[in-house]
């Protein structure tokens, strides 16, 4: 008799839920209003669901009605997912929509409950903000004392002024103020109250000048310059002036007094002109140099940037410049640009010598090791060359193909066959952070779905990123399942690394516009690691990071229908639009996949801007000597998955070289003389 009671009372309450969505979908519009027998509304009810899937729908219908601020609908069905994974969004929603007026007691109890979960740091911030906005100091001054964030902190000092706990403020409110850039209005009052102490010095408001014009703020020193004593105002003018004119006249200063500002203003303003005119900006250093008393580390900053700059803007003196800058001060960063100088110039010699004085760390770079072997092929040590080659022939990247092309050797590519136990991948799919990640992309809710995944992922150990590649592999969520195995080091899982989804619309996409299918796997691969619905800072989107701009322009040129961003998210209309910009870029650049490539990822103005003046050119060392560093690394990684998608789609291998024709001409042939094609094999490498 109980056991009837319990049936015919969740009966009951299967038909009052379903009639509740029914009206719910009737009030969205989302069903035809048109008459159904009650007794049809029984039967379909009476078939078995799966629970879950029952949770996730009233949920999506929750979390969308939230999103368009029907609360009434909102309210309505919050109560019946208490128990449902995703609830807590349901109440972050419902907390973040109400935060003016919740009881601090209930919002801090709950951002302590929820303290792992992907949108505690944003509601936590929200609501302090929310709190000094509305002027409750007792809260503020409670719950804001962890905060970094500059508004809260700014808020934090005005509960701290209203309650009179001001002991030891003075200097944290300078070091609010004395920032490069304008401060959120939250800051006001407080500065308000810096005045008042008299705590705005002239050096102080020289010190925040000093950093606005290294912030590129300038316009904010027109507002400084009336706290700085009326003796030293001249300066600001004269730093003003200069900036104005973009330093061009900065040889005036050879008139000015050895002080401090003076020092200040040269400096900077050499270090700035080098970025525009690295000539320039020598000869006035000459001019200056000895007029000032610079300190050692600033006079060795001013020579550093005048050669780094002259390297990258390919200046005739940039060798005497790397030369002039004190040995201590070479870093990194200037070595391999001194580098690229010599490789433009054939300076085959220099280019070992340079290598041999980088730090360690970077002198074992794969990049390195393999200019350093090019080096010496040039210059009569043919052994150590092929030795250093051979190493790297072993090796599955861009200067391991292009030293195994070199050596006309086949590639070496030693997969691994990913192993996990699946008990393992299992429980790992059970722990909290993950199932909510998973719960939240089966619900359609993607931004918060890779949130809740990369907190997950964050305390894992090696073994723990392996399990998180399979799960990834497993949902079909190939973009973590890379990230995972890049951060933990199984870079010859292949199979996951490099996975096949989109292969039948690539290929038909690809050959309808006589491109290669393994180039635009490749090129995919490195553009949004196959995430569908990648979006980029700057509005790219989907497989092939589309911008909208790009995609209207292709829509008009090419006749293709597109109706907005969203379609970029779409994997076939991402995939037409990125191959037929891959076939304009080709069309424009002779059918050269390195400057296509490199178009695909600066835009074909930049390249344009390389390829002046045009000349003859090895194009591997095109491609190192770029300006962008993230077009000098992407065009490799590109061709280097490339290769490793041809052997991915058991195909003969195009080796990398065969893809790398001189640059704007036809005289020099590729970068080494072998067949075009390879075998792959797996060499064991020591």
Same mark, same amino acid.
């Given at each position: 008799?109980?056991?009837?009671?319990?049936?015919?009372?969740?009966?009951?309450?299967?038909?009052?839920?379903? !009639?509740?969505?029914?009206?719910?979908?009737?009030?969205?519009?989302?069903?035809?209003?048109?008459?159904?027998?009650?007794?049809?509304?029984?039967?379909?009810?009476?078939?078995?669901?799966?629970?879950?899937? /029952?949770?996730?729908?009233?949920?999506?219908?929750?979390?969308?009605?939230?999103?368009?601020?029907?609360?009434?609908?909102?309210?309505?069905?919050?109560?019946?997912?208490?128990?449902?994974?995703?609830? *807590?969004?349901?109440?972050?929603?419902?907390?973040?929509?109400?935060?003016?007026?919740?009881?601090?007691?209930?919002?801090?109890?709950?951002?302590?409950?929820?303290?792992?979960?992907?949108?505690?740091?944003?509601?936590?911030?929200?609501?302090?903000?929310?709190?000094?906005?509305?002027?409750?100091?007792?809260?503020?001054?409670?719950?804001?004392?962890?905060?970094?964030?500059?508004?809260?902190?700014?808020?934090?000092?005005?509960?701290?002024?209203?309650?009179?706990?001001?002991? %030891?403020?003075?200097?944290?409110?300078?070091?609010?103020?004395?920032?490069?850039?304008?401060?959120?209005?939250?800051? @006001?009052?407080?500065?308000?109250?810096?005045?008042?102490?008299?705590?705005?010095?002239?050096?102080?408001?020289?010190?925040?000048?000093?950093?606005?014009?290294?912030?590129?703020?300038?316009?904010?020193?027109?507002?400084?310059?009336?706290?700085?004593?009326?003796?030293?105002?001249?300066?600001?003018?004269?730093?003003?002036?200069?900036?104005?004119?973009?330093?061009?006249?900065?040889?005036?200063?050879?008139?000015?007094?050895?002080?401090?500002?003076?020092?200040?203003?040269?400096?900077?303003?050499?270090?700035?002109?080098?970025?525009?005119?690295?000539?320039?900006?020598?000869?006035?250093?000459?001019?200056?140099?000895?007029?000032?008393?610079?300190?050692?580390?600033?006079?060795?900053?001013?020579?550093?940037?005048?050669?780094?700059?002259?390297?990258?803007?390919?200046?005739?003196?940039?060798?005497?410049?790397?030369?002039?800058? *004190?040995?201590?001060?070479?870093?990194?960063?200037?070595?391999?640009?001194?580098?690229?100088? @010599?490789?433009?110039?054939?300076?085959?010699?220099?280019?070992?010598?340079?290598?041999?004085?980088?730090?360690?760390?970077?002198?074992?770079?794969?990049?390195?090791?393999?200019?350093?072997?090019?080096?010496?092929?040039?210059?009569?040590?043919?052994?150590?060359?092929?030795?250093?080659?051979?190493?790297?022939?072993?090796?599955?990247?861009?200067?391991?193909?292009?030293?195994?092309?070199?050596?006309?050797?086949?590639?070496?590519?030693?997969?691994?066959? *990913?192993?996990?136990?699946?008990?393992?991948?299992?429980?790992?799919?059970?722990?909290?952070?993950?199932?909510?990640?998973?719960?939240?992309?089966?619900?359609?809710?993607?931004?918060?779905?890779?949130?809740?995944?990369?907190?997950?992922?964050?305390?894992?150990?090696?073994?723990?990123?392996?399990?998180?590649?399979?799960?990834?592999?497993?949902?079909?969520?190939?973009?973590?399942?890379?990230?995972?195995?890049?951060?933990?080091?199984?870079?010859?899982?292949?199979?996951?690394?490099?996975?096949?989804?989109?292969?039948?619309?690539?290929?038909?996409?690809?050959?309808?516009?006589?491109?290669?299918?393994?180039?635009?796997?490749?090129?995919?691969? /490195?553009?949004?690691?196959?995430?569908?619905?990648?979006?980029?800072?700057?509005?790219?989107?989907?497989?092939?990071?589309?911008?909208?701009?790009?995609?209207?322009?292709?829509?008009?040129?090419?006749?293709?229908?597109?109706?907005?961003?969203?379609?970029?998210?779409?994997?076939?209309?991402?995939?037409?639009?990125? !191959?037929?910009?891959?076939?304009?870029?080709?069309?424009?650049?002779?059918?050269?996949?390195?400057?296509?490539?490199?178009?695909?990822?600066? %835009?074909?103005?930049?390249?344009?801007?390389?390829?002046? *003046?045009?000349?003859?050119?090895?194009?591997?060392?095109?491609?190192?000597?770029?300006?962008?560093?993230?077009?000098?690394?992407?065009?490799?990684?590109?061709?280097?998955?490339?290769?490793?998608?041809?052997?991915?789609?058991?195909?003969?291998?195009?080796?990398?070289?065969?893809?790398?024709?001189?640059?704007?001409?036809?005289?020099?042939?590729?970068?080494?003389?072998?067949?075009?094609?390879?075998?792959?094999?797996?060499?064991?490498? %020591?």
């Amino acid at each position: 008799m109980l056991a009837a009671v319990k049936q015919s009372n969740s009966h009951a309450r299967r038909i009052t839920q379903f !009639t509740r969505r029914f009206a719910i979908h009737l009030r969205l519009g989302w069903l035809a209003l048109v008459f159904i027998p009650f007794q049809f509304l029984i039967a379909a009810e009476a078939l078995p669901q799966d629970p879950s899937q /029952s949770q996730r729908e009233q949920f999506v219908l929750a979390w969308n009605a939230a999103t368009r601020g029907e609360r009434d609908i909102f309210q309505a069905l919050m109560p019946g997912l208490v128990d449902y994974v995703l609830y *807590p969004y349901l109440q972050y929603e419902d907390l973040r929509h109400r935060r003016a007026g919740v009881a601090a007691a209930e919002m801090a109890d709950f951002l302590d409950a929820h303290e792992g979960w992907a949108f505690t740091a944003g509601l936590r911030r929200a609501w302090l903000l929310t709190l000094g906005k509305k002027a409750r100091w007792d809260d503020v001054f409670r719950y804001a004392t962890e905060s970094n964030d500059t508004e809260i902190r700014c808020y934090l000092a005005q509960a701290r002024i209203k309650q009179n706990q001001t002991d %030891g403020l003075l200097p944290v409110v300078q070091g609010l103020w004395a920032v490069g850039k304008s401060q959120p209005e939250a800051c @006001d009052p407080v500065f308000s109250w810096l005045k008042k102490q008299r705590g705005i010095t002239s050096g102080l408001a020289w010190e925040r000048i000093r950093l606005a014009m290294e912030a590129r703020e300038p316009r904010l020193t027109l507002y400084l310059a009336r706290y700085v004593a009326d003796s030293d105002r001249i300066w600001v003018e004269r730093w003003q002036e200069q900036d104005r004119r973009g330093y061009h006249r900065l040889a005036q200063a050879r008139n000015w007094r050895d002080q401090q500002q003076s020092r200040e203003i040269s400096s900077y303003g050499l270090r700035r002109l080098a970025r525009s005119d690295p000539d320039h900006a020598w000869h006035i250093f000459e001019s200056l140099d000895g007029r000032f008393s610079w300190s050692d580390n600033v006079r060795a900053g001013i020579l550093r940037e005048i050669a780094l700059w002259s390297a990258v803007e390919g200046a005739a003196d940039t060798s005497a410049r790397m030369r002039a800058v *004190p040995t201590e001060y070479r870093d990194g960063k200037l070595l391999e640009w001194w580098v690229r100088h @010599d490789l433009a110039r054939g300076n085959w010699a220099d280019v070992i010598v340079t290598i041999a004085s980088m730090p360690p760390e970077l002198k074992d770079d794969t990049r390195w090791r393999y200019w350093d072997a090019r080096a010496r092929l040039q210059s009569g040590d043919p052994a150590f060359a092929n030795e250093l080659l051979g190493e790297l022939a072993l090796e599955a990247n861009y200067y391991g193909f292009l030293s195994a092309d070199y050596l006309d050797r086949p590639y070496t590519i030693c997969p691994q066959e *990913p192993r996990v136990e699946q008990t393992e991948v299992d429980a790992l799919r059970r722990k909290a952070g993950f199932s909510r990640a998973l719960e939240l992309r089966n619900a359609g809710i993607r931004s918060w779905s890779r949130g809740e995944w990369q907190m997950a992922t964050r305390a894992l150990d090696r073994e723990g990123l392996r399990l998180a590649a399979a799960l990834a592999t497993q949902e079909n969520w190939p973009d973590m399942a890379i990230f995972a195995l890049g951060n933990s080091g199984d870079l010859r899982w292949y199979e996951w690394r490099f996975p096949m989804e989109y292969k039948s619309i690539v290929d038909s996409q690809a050959r309808s516009r006589n491109l290669d299918p393994s180039w635009v796997m490749g090129l995919m691969r /490195s553009e949004s690691a196959m995430a569908v619905d990648a979006l980029s800072s700057a509005g790219a989107r989907g497989l092939m990071q589309l911008t909208p701009d790009t995609a209207r322009q292709l829509a008009k040129r090419h006749n293709i229908q597109y109706s907005g961003r969203d379609q970029l998210m779409q994997a076939e209309v991402n995939i037409i639009f990125g !191959t037929t910009y891959l076939r304009d870029l080709l069309d424009r650049f002779a059918e050269n996949p390195v400057l296509a490539a490199g178009a695909y990822n600066a %835009g074909p103005r930049a390249v344009d801007r390389w390829l002046k *003046p045009p000349q003859a050119q090895d194009p591997a060392i095109w491609v190192e000597t770029l300006p962008y560093f993230e077009t000098r690394d992407y065009i490799p990684r590109v061709l280097a998955f490339t290769a490793i998608y041809d052997w991915r789609l058991r195909q003969p291998v195009t080796r990398v070289s065969s893809r790398m024709p001189a640059i704007d001409s036809g005289n020099m042939g590729t970068i080494a003389q072998s067949p075009e094609t390879t075998e792959v094999v797996c060499r064991a490498s %020591g």
